[in-house]
């Protein structure tokens, strides 16, 4: 059995009353970045970092992670940075990534050697999903939603060719081009 740790690591602000489900109402677009105190942020961002090296000494098999963008519901924006710093301070537990958002990607191979270089430093303990996301990524990040799909397929397509095919190779895709991978 595989047991792994998980938050989805909200802002929490107690003075504002922004606390997550819990506290006044938030609409998941409705919280401006006005509303964000930078001290309180970087707390938060140690404290989940703290979380997860401390599920690590209590046994968890596995320190999940997934992305969000632009909500008070996940600060998990960029969960490579925060899977680079596990792969350093944690030394047993999987990495395990819920899902790079692919379709908002506009490098793919970009994110194919982020996190072949993620696994380097954690010595093969990165485990990475990939998702589809949902809309409010695809307005964050002005990607086309009718096109979602297609863009999760090739990146998908694209990063495991990049991960496992000897190179160097061309990639002429629908939405990525590549004239060398390697």
Known sequence: ????????????????????ATGREIEDLGMTNGDYDPRIGAELYNRYLDEKVYAEE???DGLMLNEHHSTPFCMGGVMNVEAAI???????????????????????????????E???ISRGRLVTGWVRGTGRESVAHNSQAPFNWERFQEAHDFVVKAW???????????????????
């Open 118 to 120: 993620i696994d380097m």
């Open 1 to 20: 059995m595989f047991i792994g740790y998980f938050t989805e690591r909200p802002y929490q602000d107690f003075e504002s009353g922004w606390v997550g």
């Open 86 to 116: 596990l792969a350093r301070i944690t030394k047993r537990a999987k990495i395990v990534l819920l899902g790079n958002v692919l379709p908002i990607w506009e490098d793919p191979l970009w994110l194919a050697e982020e996190l072949a």
């Open 164 to 182: 496992s095919t000897p190179g160097p190779f061309r990639w002429e895709g629908e939405h990525y081009q590549y004239r060398y991978v390697n």
């Open 58 to 60: 209590m046994g968890f």
